[in-house]
């Protein structure tokens, strides 16, 4: 073993030094922190721009793209996004006595056919004591599939008709049938192809607005109707106008209802947390018997009670049962948080220092939860834009003609298989808002949790 | 540092991938294995084509279960269809529509009454011959006040029957006598044109009073409580599942009935669940929607139409109290609106016609089409002078501005298509604001008696093979007139119609509703309903009827395979 000699040196003090520890970095503040953190979480931050997005397409839409989404345009229903919309103008509709027009010896079109009538003549049919005439998409082809019946008589003598129903630019098959005395199709028939041609006419035109100032339309004229950039529904309405009058109504509720209910969620609950004893059970099993009411029930009853007349919006009820029914979560997270905060040290000396009740909860409690209060909002924005789709789904929400995302849904469901863009669009919106605001209430809970910082 | 940024990122990658792929794989896995328990349970259950040549059966779908099927009660289409395959009237309609004798093997109309002779081998499907009193019985039942048929009205023209429905007579006052077994006499309360078509009307069957009293008010609730005389028994009914008709041996005129069971296997109103059974081939007949037309032209289907004689109308609340008893308004209502629009670009189905009329297109008069000899009187749109009445209406009634008006509708896809159309053409038209008030069918019927409505989307389907069915409809009497519209002049028209015996007399008389319903903006026509459907192509003979059962499957016959 060596032996170790000490000098007087050695037990001179340490010179005092200026700093002992450099701060190199600027200090944070708590939401300076959970800011960056936030920022470096790429799901939660692209969560958070379609967010913006979804404002500024509610908020700022309607004065870029400005149409009336109860307007119907009966020219362009169920018209698909980005299609042909090429008109010409034409002379207003005049009824068409066939009867004048001349004997032919084949089934052929008697005009030029045209979105607003396709006129077919033809001539008789080897045995026919009646016809019947018939429309199909596809060529009739060896089934002998006529297609639509639109037409029948048992008089031999008829030998035109005009079809008016539904007519779109695209090429149709008529055929005319011969029938025996007893109305039943013989095989003799005839078809004629016809490639419709869209017209719109002079008044129609104007009514829409199609006209540029100062330019006088005259038949003949090509002119381009309406764009409908996400096409229209089954009454030929603007589907990016009412996505976003749909937008409003559903983020109006998705926003209001959460704020409110999340507001006296954390008063009730701080309120709980902080006098304890006697009036925490009392308060707190109030909550839970509030917990223990059916939703959709008291939804119905809280509307029948406010008194909606038929015929009238019933978001302010919906708000209202999403308040009445909601705030429990929130409060018991809220006091079990108060619980917790109560017992720490500093508020102890807080109350050395001659702190009162309101300070103590205001100053110290309630912004120690707001993490937690923060993350609760973005969960509960998702769930209510998705009660609210849910309740004007079933038909208990806003009324036509005003539009929201859940009833835009219902009446796209049936049209699925037709026009599946009048379900799939309110649909993917809805997807999206209520995924993003998950994944941004994901990414602000990462951030704001004090426990996560100390894994790192 | 930045190798491990990039390997991060691409194992993220890497397992978004399989994440993706194991969702995927997931679902498909699910959609097999629910197809699969679903074709275990449908086989379980017996899953029939819908055409069985081997044991003569077709099985069919009905849209909802019948609520009971004691003739006396019944009043909804599809106990209609029902009944009227397991029992027979005195008459009947064969399968051209005409009328033929069923449990009446003759008969003879007077002015004032009438007489029926029933045919020896009509049985009940207990042996027993259908007799006299059967009826008799039957139609006191219908009138008897208690029992509160809605259907009682349609037996208004035998004698005292309005007065025993309504209490002030006792039931064996009814001007229907049993002479004997086989004679029915009948008095007419007032001379009628029409009686032989209201005998095949399904309040007219015949019920069996010692079976009736055996079932101690279930009459009609379930197959062994009802006593068949038709073509047709109800071998078993499921209630909610299924209501299967057979054979039945008994029945007078064998030589009709081809199929040996008709299963109504399936119970739905959707017409997409409709759809997709009929191209499993589960069922043999079903209506299409403007939805799936396309599937259905897709499909090479043969499709066909028919026009079921009802009419759709906005009917308008003539209750002094409401504004729409002002006659311009309703004036600018009418001409703001354009039937042929709706018809042609919003219900977009083959066989509908845009409204013209009162009296649907199909009603005869004695020289054809009703129609033809009465043209209805024209109408187009003329938003000018739509507006100019709206203002006169506004001055008469001396308002600064119209509130809005309520627009009650049903709550299904049709209605609610067609009340936002509505609301829009006359808030583009008139500058007027609609309210929609959606409510399901019996909700929607109390309002309309109550009156809780501007303007209600009705309809009308006809009763019996007479303009009479529509015309008193708006007669001051008739409970269904629910705008209550009320008018001597009209009501005249309808007096004589119901009481007049020369058919020129009474078709003048229609005429003239036509043209007063017209003038007075009773109601604004909206369209002749068709239906657009396709059969199975092995099933030949199914009758489509306006009045009756409708479809009726009694005539039909399953072709052999080619």
């Known amino acids: ?456 | 540092m930045t190798t491990k940024a990039i390997s991060s990122t691409s194992l993220a990658i890497r397992q978004l991938g399989l994440f993706a792929f194991a969702a995927v794989a997931g679902l498909a896995a699910l959609m097999w294995g629910l197809n699969l328990l679903a074709n275990l349970t449908a086989s379980a259950s017996g899953a029939n084509s819908a055409v069985d040549a081997a044991s003569n059966a077709i099985t069919v779908l009905i849209s909802s279960e019948p609520p009971q099927l004691d003739s006396s009660l019944s009043t909804d289409q599809v106990s209609g269809m029902v009944l009227g395959h397991v029992m027979e009237g005195l008459l009947r309609y064969d399968e051209n529509n005409e009328l033929a004798p069923g449990v009446a093997e003759s008969w003879r109309i007077n002015a004032d009454s009438a007489v029926f002779r029933l045919r020896e081998n009509a049985l009940w499907s207990d042996g027993k011959p259908v007799t006299a009193q059967d009826f008799v019985f039957a139609w006191r039942l219908a009138l008897a006040p208690d029992n509160a048929s809605q259907y009682a009205f349609i037996l208004y023209p035998v004698k005292n029957a309005e007065a025993i429905n309504q209490g002030t007579q006792p039931p064996e006052a009814l001007g229907a006598r049993a002479l004997d077994d086989r004679t029915l006499e009948i008095e007419f309360e007032r001379p009628i044109a029409f009686f032989d078509k209201l005998t095949a009307f399904s309040t007219y069957y015949p019920v069996r009073q010692d079976f009736y009293e055996s079932t101690d008010g279930t009459y009609g609730a379930d197959a062994d409580k009802l006593l068949y005389n038709g073509p047709f028994v109800i071998a078993s009914w499921v209630h909610g599942q299924s209501l299967d008709m057979r054979r039945n041996p008994l029945y007078w005129n064998q030589g009709r009935i081809h199929l040996d069971r008709i299963n109504a296997g399936y119970i739905t109103s959707d017409p997409n669940t409709s759809l997709n059974l009929f191209k499993d081939d589960k069922i043999v007949l079903t209506g299409l929607t403007p939805e799936n037309l396309t599937s259905a032209l897709e499909q090479r289907w043969q499709i066909h139409r028919f026009m079921d004689g009802s009419l759709f109308f906005l009917e308008l609340n003539h209750r002094p109290d409401r504004l729409t008893s002002n006659l311009n308004l309703r004036k600018a209502l009418y001409l703001a609106q354009d039937p042929n629009e709706l018809v042609y670009k919003v219900i977009k189905l083959p066989g509908y016609l845009p409204g013209v009329s009162l009296f649907p297109s199909f009603l005869d008069g004695p020289h054809g089409r009703f129609r033809d000899d009465h043209p209805p009187p024209a109408h187009r749109i003329d938003v000018a002078a739509a507006r100019r009445h709206l203002a006169l209406a506004q001055a008469e009634l001396g308002l600064d501005e119209f509130p809005s008006l309520v627009l009650l509708t049903g709550d299904n896809t049709v209605s609610n298509v067609q009340s936002e159309y509505f609301q829009a053409v006359f808030k583009k038209n008139l500058g007027l604001d609609i309210k929609i008030d959606r409510q399901i069918f019996k909700q929607r019927l109390a309002k309309m008696t109550s009156g809780e409505f501007d303007i209600v989307m009705a309809g009308w389907g006809p009763d019996y093979d007479d303009p009479l069915t529509f015309g008193d409809l708006f007669a001051s009497w008739n409970l269904n007139n629910r705008g209550r519209y009320s008018n001597p002049a009209y009501d005249e028209q309808v007096r004589i119609a119901q009481n007049a015996l020369d058919a020129e007399v009474r078709m003048a008389a229609f005429a003239n509703m036509q043209r007063i319903i017209h003038e007075d903006v009773v109601i604004i026509p909206s369209y002749d309903r068709g239906v657009a459907y396709v059969t199975h192509p092995r099933l030949q003979g199914v009758r489509r009827r306006v009045v009756g059962a409708d479809p009726d499957y009694s005539n039909a016959y399953i072709v052999p395979e080619a």
């Open chain 1, 1 to 456: 073993m060596a032996e170790t000699t000490y000098s007087a040196e050695d037990f001179a003090p340490a010179p005092a030094l200026a700093s002992v520890q450099g701060i190199s970095r600027p200090s944070l503040s708590y939401w300076q922190d959970a800011w960056l953190r936030l920022k470096a979480n790429r799901r939660a931050l692209y969560s958070l721009y379609i967010v913006i997005a979804l404002l500024a397409f509610t908020l700022v839409g309607p004065v870029v793209w400005n149409i009336d989404p109860a307007l119907q345009d009966l020219q362009q229903i169920s018209q698909a996004p980005q299609a042909d919309r090429n008109a010409t103008i034409i002379e207003p509709y005049k009824p068409w006595d066939g009867a004048d027009a001349p004997m032919v010896a084949r089934l052929r079109l008697a005009e030029p056919p045209t979105t607003q009538a396709v006129r077919l003549v033809w001539g008789a049919l080897p045995g026919a004591a009646g016809y019947r005439l018939y429309r199909n998409i596809f060529p009739v082809g060896e089934e002998r599939a006529y297609g639509l019946p639109l037409f029948e008589t048992l008089d031999p003598a008829k030998h035109h008709f005009e079809d008016r129903l539904d007519l779109r630019p695209q090429t149709y098959f008529y055929s005319v049938v011969a029938l025996d005395g007893q109305g039943r199709l013989t095989d003799a028939f005839e078809t004629v192809e016809a490639e419709v041609r869209r017209v719109i006419t002079v008044e129609e035109a104007e009514a829409m607005g199609l006209a540029e100032a100062g330019q006088a339309l005259a038949p003949g004229d090509r002119i381009k109707l309406q764009a409908h950039p996400l096409g229209t529904d089954y009454l030929g309405r603007d589907m990016l106008a009412r996505l976003m009058a749909g937008a409003r109504v559903s983020l109006f509720i998705g926003l209001v209802a959460p704020l409110i209910f999340i507001a006296f969620g954390v008063a009730y609950g701080a309120a709980a947390g902080f006098f304890g004893g006697w009036m925490d059970q009392a308060l707190m099993r109030f909550s839970d018997f509030v917990v223990a009411l059916p939703f959709l029930l008291f939804m119905i009853l809280i509307r029948v009670i406010s008194g909606v007349q038929p015929g009238e919006s019933g978001v302010a009820p919906m708000v209202l049962a999403m308040v009445l029914l909601s705030w429990p979560a929130t409060a018991r997270l809220v006091r079990g948080q108060i619980l917790q905060i109560r017992e720490e040290g500093y508020i102890s000396a807080s109350q050395l220092l001659g702190a009162g009740a309101p300070y103590l909860v205001l100053r110290h409690m309630i912004p120690n939860t707001l993490g937690v209060i923060l993350v609760t909002l973005t969960f509960a924005v998702p769930t209510a834009i998705f009660t609210e789709a849910f309740l004007s789904f079933i038909g208990m929400g806003v009324a036509p003609p005003t539009a929201s995302w859940g009833s835009m849904c219902n009446e796209g469901i049936k049209t699925m298989l037709t026009h599946p863009h009048e379900l799939i669009f309110p649909a993917l919106f809805i997807s999206i808002t209520v995924l993003a605001f998950n994944l941004l209430g994901d990414g602000l809970r990462d951030a704001l949790d004090a426990r996560m910082r100390s894994r790192e």
